[in-house]
């Protein structure tokens, strides 16, 4: 339950952080190509043994290009839903309503900071490096769904963010400096965000019919599945930047085992580490305990 999280803590916290963009990313701030942007729980280059380790580490660079592409992605579709579900809360609690345009000029913000860094990638990287979209396209997809199950996807998505960088990135020190920092900017405000949302479904739930409830989890997981073939689409995608990026062609086994190993460590970057959070998990059991265990249940096909 989200009643430990008050709009006024929240808020106070989200004003105390203050970075820009122009002060992590861009000009002197450059990405370090001969470091890995990602770490191996997520990157999965290793049991690739067919690579060598240079072509194992422009695969890497490579996710990790996709990594904070898709975030923008993401964005893309979080702010405006959060804001059409700020304006309601527009009148009467101030720090309601002020946590929650906090919120979306963040998520703004780090949509600026992920095409920065895209701009940055393409300046070190040879290749392009394709990747799923256009995010006006999966907005729309997305926002079709019932409210509830967007506002589910999107704490999905920031307490994975949160996991991401406690359990995975901050005490990884081959990782590019630079790159770990834009991470870190980005944890520090995804936390508040990760309270915000609790409390949004919470209030998007509250008065709504056990049915409607289970249609909204049932939209969450339809979206997961959604995800999930973009991530199959993303895989290939990546192969094929692979193949250009060194100037190797796979034989069909070594494809075969690229997908698989691939598209499974992709499922877990960004869907079984947000479905399995213990947060996120707690979210959805007060909605339903059966569609918790349900995740749970799912939670081993995605690791
Ligand atoms: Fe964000
Ligand atoms: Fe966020």
């Given at each position: 339950m989200g009643y430990h999280y008050s709009f006024k803590d929240v808020l106070a916290r989200a004003e105390r952080i203050s970075w820009r963009v122009e002060d992590i990313i861009g000009g002197d701030k450059t990405?370090?190509?001969?470091?890995?942007?990602?770490?191996e729980t997520f990157a999965r280059t290793a049991s690739l043994d067919f690579l060598p380790s240079e072509e194992k580490r422009t695969l890497n660079q490579i996710r990790g290009h996709a990594y904070l592409t898709i975030f923008g992605l993401v964005e893309e579709f979080i702010l405006p839903f959060v804001l059409d579900h700020a304006r309601p809360y527009i009148n009467g609690e101030d720090y309601r309503a002020r946590a929650f345009l906090e919120f979306a000029s963040e998520e703004a913000k780090h949509i600026h900071l992920f095409r920065m860094f895209r701009q940055e990638f393409a300046k070190g990287f040879a290749t392009k490096c394709e990747v799923i979209g256009p995010p006006e396209t999966v907005a729309k997809h997305v926002l079709s769904h019932p409210t509830l199950s967007v506002a589910l996807l999107t704490l999905h998505i920031e307490w994975m963010t949160q996991r991401h960088w406690q359990e995975s990135i901050r005490d990884d020190d081959k990782l590019d400096p630079q790159f770990k920092s834009l991470l870190l900017h980005h944890w520090m405000e995804e936390h508040q965000h990760a309270q915000l949302d609790t409390l949004m479904v919470e209030m998007i739930a509250e008065g709504m019919s056990p049915k409607e409830i289970e249609a909204g989890i049932e939209g969450y997981f339809a979206l997961g599945s959604f995800l999930d073939e973009g991530l199959k689409q993303q895989t290939a995608f990546d192969m094929a930047a692979l193949e250009m990026a060194t100037g190797r062609t796979l034989n069909p086994g070594e494809k075969a085992r690229f997908m698989e190993v691939q598209h499974q460590a992709n499922r877990w970057t960004y869907i079984g580490s947000g479905m399995s959070h213990p947060k996120f998990l707690e979210s959805l059991g007060d909605l339903s305990p059966v569609k918790r265990r349900m995740a749970e249940m799912m939670a081993p096909t995605l690791s």
């Open positions: 990405l370090d190509f001969s470091r890995p942007f990602m770490p």
